[in-house]
């Protein structure tokens, strides 16, 4: 199972959640779409470089991160798109391109969009290219307690 760890976490904190099968796809925006999930709802990870340290950014499938933004919301003097080749060994129960929002159990500071906040339910990428978790957003930003920054 790609997501035992998150699985196992969510579990033991009594959250109730939702596991989708579908159609294999590769983009957000793609399963998003697969998974019938308004786009506005579907939480993306983006693997971020703040000033040389790795970081997880969460967005909705329909936004995009904007590096420059993102670096002045958190004070940083760069913020770059990481390199597969530079987190690939923190997920290795994960497909590449997969990862679930969680980065607080692959020891990674999480940024979440404003955008992405205004959703009562998210669903979002479990591990591979053919299933989705949902649960409240509530739930997600008290388990991870991401900082909430303009991207």
Avoid: W
Wanted: aromatic content about 8%; charged content about 25%.
């Amino acid at each position: 199972m790609p997501m035992e760890r998150v699985r196992r976490f969510l579990d033991e904190n009594g959250v109730k959640y939702v596991i989708q099968q579908h159609s294999t796809a590769y983009t957000a925006q793609e399963v998003a779409e697969a998974a019938h999930v308004p786009g506005r709802h579907f939480a993306k990870s983006v693997m971020v470089e703040i000033d040389g340290r790795l970081a997880l950014a969460v967005l909705p499938a329909t936004d995009r991160v904007d590096l420059q933004r993102f670096a002045q919301a958190v004070g940083a003097s760069r913020v770059e798109l990481a390199r597969e080749a530079d987190f690939q060994d923190r997920f290795p129960d994960c497909e590449p391109g997969a990862m679930p929002p969680f980065g607080n159990l692959f020891d990674l500071e999480v940024f979440v969009s404003p955008h992405l906040a205004e959703a009562d339910l998210i669903a979002f990428s479990a591990g591979s290219h053919h299933e989705v978790m949902q649960l409240a957003f509530g739930v997600f930003e008290d388990l991870v307690k991401p900082a909430e920054v303009a991207m």
